[in-house]
Each structure stands twice: as structure tokens, then as C-alpha cells.
């Protein structure tokens, strides 16, 4: 019998207990061992719980009872996660999380206590929530040299996107309504200003280039900016926008950012809508691999959880090697220093200045018109493929031309 402690009953902690409960037969005989909760921590009391009598307020419960062979910490944030997490490492016992903050900030130094303790430290949940990518990438594709990651790391901007695309809502009424349905957070800020998507992207790269990538690093831009009229142009040009996290090796560095940007409709995550997120594997032996999931809820995460521990059970005694080492060098790449193309949106009052200028600063641009009065006083173009930091100085000066009211939008565009 292998006895567990559950650190946090909020959605993902209670839908842990409740998997264990409903398929304990099919889990044990899985594991090879009956899995038994024997403490759950939380600071709110549960006088009407079936399983009041497992709740703790006291982390010295779980730490100090030998019984307790995997930890399960499903708090959320760093603090005081972080500390009962190092802390239970420390004392010899296995931790499974869906943390993906904390993953993405300590995991290095977590991972390397797990190592030198011979236990493990393990977080398939962390990222796309029940989807399985962390194993895959560290198992089942560890023949290949992995080149790129590309996603759709966060199912509430994947579906206020398919809103403002599908029912022509704008950003505010999609997020109202993403809010009303349970897909997005009072305060939506984690997700729509992208830093959700950025600590997965971080994880993942972390993982498939063996180097910690400090998500804090991580060029991340949300998509609060996104406008219908956007979404129409991405229309015209035959593409949809996304919120993209994307990490690619480029030489001995890695080139990571979250944006949203303009993929063809053609694209294989062009069809992932609501709340679904999609991940796309690149190796240099397989080829392109696609993980296709709902990313987060109750159940399909704690499913993720739960495999974890059955792994950790069939694997008591050993180190399963999740592991990524701190650099001594600096891993990620300028932001600027990576190539890629831009669509931009100019407002002014002189359309044919705007168009010699630009074609004068960058070459040969595509320059894109649609049927809405607004777009009128407006040059919309896409850029060729040139270094960021290269763009963005054209941008600058033409925000500072007399015949240029404002750069107004500015996408990234997929051209494969």
C-alpha cells in the first residue's frame, strides 16, 4: 500500500481525491499497489466532508509521517508551495505537482534535489493539464533532437480567439463571456496577458533543451490588443490568429516568446478552437507531432496527477531523470536578434506618403485592404521576413513621420 498526502483541495486537489475514489480498482491494479490518500492539507475547514477526518491545517503532519511516501501539490503559486515542496524532497518523499508556476520558476533546483535523493520530483500536469507531453517528450521522443515547440498553451485566450473569429464578438464581450462560463479567472490578467502560456512554453523548452529557461526572460505578449478589425485582415490574408507559445534551437541558444500571431488556415493548430489546446513537436527524427487536449479542468488535470503517481508507484525505489541544469552562459536568444515577419496596421492621413515610405524602409511589402469603414484611414502590410530589431526601428521612425498618425497593430505572421 502506497500512502499519499494532497497538498491544496481547491479544483485540481478534490479532483485528485475524487480519481482515486472512483477508479481506486483500476489504479491499483495499474500501480501494482493500492494508492491510499492519508492526508489533505488546507486552511479551510470541511465539518460536512466524507473525508473530514483526513484534513490537516498542519504541514508538520504530513512532512513527519514516514507513511507518506508521495506528496501531491496542487496549491498553486510559489509560496508556500515552493518551501513544502523543497522541504518534503529534503525528507525523502516523492512530489507530484500541477504547479506550472512553480515548475517553471525552481524546477531546476527541485529536480536536482530529487536526483540526489534517488525520489522524484514530477509535473505532467503543469502543462496542457490532462494532455501528455511532459513523458512523451522526456520518453517517448528521446531518440530525437527536438528543433522546435510551437502551442496553444491556454485555453481561455484559445476561446475568447474562436469568439471574436466564429461570432464576431470583440475582445471585451468574449472575455465576459469566457468569465460567465467558468473559462476564465475575475482577475484574467495570468492568461490574457499571456504569462500562463509563457511558464508552460518555459517548462517545455526547459525540458526538451536540457537547460533551465527563465520564463521571466521569455519575451510574452497577451492579446488584449487583438481588435476585430485584425481579426478580419487575418481573414482576408487567409489565416487565424492564435496565442502562441514557441521555442525553437537556433545554434547553441533558444529563441522563446509568446505572441499572438497570424498562422495560415492550413496550419495544424489553426483548427484547435475553444478551450483546446494543441502542441506541436518537432524532431529532427520523427518529424511533426501533435498533442491535441482539453489543456485544463477538474478532471482531465487531476487524470495527470494521478498518472503520475501510478509512475512514481511502479518506480518506488528509483529516479525517473526529469531533469534540466542551470546555464552558466546565457540559453535564450535576443528577441531581437530572431528573424520574422510582421503585420502591421498604420493610421494616416496620407496613404500614398505611408505606402512609398514603407516600401522605401523595407522593400517589397504585401499591402492588404478590407470592406470596413474604420480601416479607411489606414495602411495595412505585411512585412518581409527581417530581424526583429530591425522592424521595430522602421516602426519607430515611422511613428515619428508627420504623415503618420500611429502604428496601430503590429502581428506577428506566419509564412510556412
Sequence with gaps: MVKIAVLGFGTVGSGVVEVIRKNGESISKKAGEQIVVKHILDI??????????????????????????????????????????????????????????????????????????????????????????????????AANQITEIMGILNGTTN????????????????????????????????????????????????????????????????????????????????????????????????????SPMMIPKEHPLAGVEDVFNGILVKGDAIGDV???GRGAGKLPTASAVVADVIDITKHIDRNNRFIWKKSEREILMDIGESNTSYFVRVKTDDKPAVINTISKMLGKCSFISIDNPSTEDEVAFVTPEKKEKDLKNVLNSLNNLPFVNSVHSVIRVDKE
Design 159 to 258: 476561446y475568447i480567439l474562436t469568439q471574436m473569429i466564429k461570432a464576431g464578438q470583440s475582445f471585451e464581450n468574449a472575455l465576459k463571456d469566457a468569465q460567465e462560463k467558468g473559462y476564465a479567472e475575475r482577475n484574467p490578467a495570468a492568461d490574457v496577458e499571456g504569462h500562463d502560456a509563457c511558464r508552460k512554453i518555459a517548462i517545455l523548452s526547459s525540458l526538451a533543451f536540457g537547460h533551465h529557461v527563465d520564463s521571466d526572460q521569455i519575451h510574452t505578449e497577451g492579446i488584449t490588443k487583438i481588435s476585430l478589425e485584425d481579426v478580419e485582415y487575418a481573414e482576408e490574408m487567409g489565416s487565424v490568429i492564435k496565442l502562441l507559445g514557441i521555442s525553437k534551437k537556433v545554434g547553441d541558444k533558444v529563441c522563446a516568446r509568446v
Design 290 to 292: 501533435m498533442f491535441y
Design 44 to 141: 479551510r475547514d470541511f465539518p460536512d466532508h466524507p473525508d473530514r477526518d483526513l484534513f490537516t491545517k498542519d504541514i508538520e503532519d504530513i512532512l513527519n509521517d514516514d507513511e507518506v511516501s508521495i506528496v501531491v501539490e496542487v496549491m498553486g503559486g510559489v509560496e508556500p508551495a515552493y518551501t513544502f515542496t523543497k522541504r518534503a524532497l529534503l525528507s525523502g518523499k516523492h512530489v507530484v505537482t500541477s504547479n506550472k508556476e512553480l515548475v517553471a520558476t525552481h524546477g531546476s533546483e527541485l529536480l536536482s534535489i530529487a536526483e540526489e535523493k534517488n525520489i522524484n520530483y514530477m509535473f505532467e500536469a503543469s502543462v496542457g493539464g490532462g494532455i501528455p507531453i511532459i513523458r512523451p517528450l522526456n520518453q517517448c521522443l
